[in-house]
């Protein structure tokens, strides 16, 4: 089972939006996850969600992406599903005195960026736990 994607951004045109990445590997590991199921004899998810974890530069932002077979479906099927979708995400910053294109290369980043990788690592495992085979 695939409980956790890291994605590298290799958007050419607008690499600091790297949302339809995250979203579309979710949905395939969800489709991936449910072929595993069923070749398992078990019977295939109706919705899961999955953390994600994507880097712009050297700044993490992180996701949770809830993928349901509606949406597998409408995916697959090229269609626009009917429910709408909500992605959880939290982009790291310093606030906004500080610029935007800081990352871990600023040690003041790098501590909060790890505070968060820490706290989604709890977050993810949470929903882990209901999907482990």
């Not at 590997?25 to 398992?40: C, D, G, M, T």
Request: glycine residues 4%; positive net charge.
């Amino acid at each position: 089972m695939m409980v956790l994607l890291v994605l590298q951004d290799k958007t050419v045109f607008n690499a600091s939006q790297p949302e339809p990445q995250v979203i579309a590997a979710a949905i395939a590991a969800y489709q991936n996850n449910n072929e595993k199921r069923q070749f398992r004899s078990l019977p295939p998810l109706d919705a899961m969600t999955i953390p994600c974890i994507t880097m712009v530069g050297t700044r993490p932002i992180f996701y949770l992406v809830p993928v349901t077979e509606a949406l597998s479906v409408a995916v697959a099927t090229g269609q626009c599903p009917e429910a709408r979708t909500t992605i959880v995400r939290c982009v790291t910053s310093l606030g906004h005195n500080h610029r935007i294109s800081q990352g871990m290369e600023t040690p003041e980043y790098r501590r909060v960026a790890f505070q968060r990788f820490l706290a989604f690592k709890d977050l993810a495992k949470e929903y882990w736990q209901t999907f482990i085979v």
